[in-house]
């Protein structure tokens, strides 16, 4: 019997169904099972076999003392996904290297902490008439914005500006498809993928996460796309208990636009035997 400690946050103490399913499976073999906040001052890791990351969903708001949290649990137990993986997928900067070995990813222009831009004369000369900014360390959509046109620009500017003061900033074309088609989020297991799901957007909104209405439904993996996933995890420097590749398409080509390797949800409610394939991942990680 291992003692597993699956992590949250304070927001979230208990398990969302993705961790609930999990749990059970895990008991079921054997293993005592713990739903662990990851700033909790009074857990013992050295007392844990394997601690994953599960929900930490506040991590980018605290990104270097969440990174400090990392580094000490990795010292006391085995940590998953591993230490390096989780430095490498904090900063969005990882698009970049992928993209430097042929990975397809969504068109993005990178602005570092503390750099001006004239927004408007950017996007003109882009020639994006509607764009989406982010925080280059965020997650969950938290504090992006869309930009609908020039009636956006002025309030977009000071946006903008604010977030470059705090930390580096994307911009990205919006791309209509993610409206109309949605997302593909690819789930991968100890490095294959296991399930999938498209996730559209309510009408009027763009972001596809559950908390804002967006509407989820299974979704075959394509050759294709298998191919992709491939292709991302193998410019990945590092074992992988679980992965998110998050697709949208631009210009009649899929591309990435989220390699999620921290906190994401995997949503293995929507994939036969999903439960069970993760369950025997852990467990060999155990060995």
């Not at 208990?14 to 739903?35: C, I, K, P, T, Y």
């Not at 309510?202 to 294709?224: C, L, M, N, V, Y």
């Not at 191919?227 to 590092?238: H, M, P, S």
Request: aromatic share 8%; glycine share 6%.
């Amino acid at each position: 019997m291992a003692t597993i400690a699956l992590v949250t946050y304070r927001e979230l103490p208990d398990w969302q169904e993705d961790e609930q399913l999990l749990a059970e499976e895990l008991e079921s073999r054997g293993h005592e099972v713990h739903a662990t906040i990851w700033d909790d001052a009074e857990v013992e890791w050295r007392a844990c076999d394997l601690v994953i990351i599960r929900s930490t969903w506040d991590y980018d708001a605290r990104a270097d003392e969440f990174l400090q949290w990392c580094e000490r649990v990795a010292r006391a137990a085995p940590l998953w996904n591993e230490l390096a993986i989780i430095r490498w997928n904090t900063h969005k900067k990882y698009l970049r290297e992928l993209a430097s070995h042929g990975v397809p990813i969504v068109t993005s222009h990178y602005a570092a902490r503390g750099s001006t831009l004239d927004l408007a004369r950017f996007l003109e000369e882009r020639g994006w008439d509607r764009a989406v900014l982010k925080r280059a360390v965020g997650a969950g959509a938290r504090d992006s914005l869309r930009i609908r046109g020039a009636e956006d620009h002025a309030d977009a500017q000071r946006v903008y500006d604010k977030l470059a003061r705090e930390g580096d900033v994307i911009v990205q074309p919006f791309l209509e498809t993610i409206a109309t088609e949605g997302e593909i989020s690819i789930i991968c297991i100890d490095g294959e993928p296991s399930h999938a799901l498209r996730k559209i957007p309510k009408p009027g909104d763009w972001r596809s996460q559950e908390e804002f209405d967006a509407h989820h439904t299974p979704h075959e993996i394509t050759p294709a796309e298998r191919r992709l996933c491939a292709k991302i995890l193998g410019n990945v420097d590092g074992d992988l208990l679980y992965a998110r590749v998050d697709l949208v398409m631009e210009d009649g080509e899929a591309r990435l636009i989220e390699l999620e390797l921290i906190e994401p949800a995997l949503y293995l409610q929507y994939g036969d035997g999903a439960v069970e394939r993760f369950a025997d991942a852990i467990e060999q990680k155990l060995d």
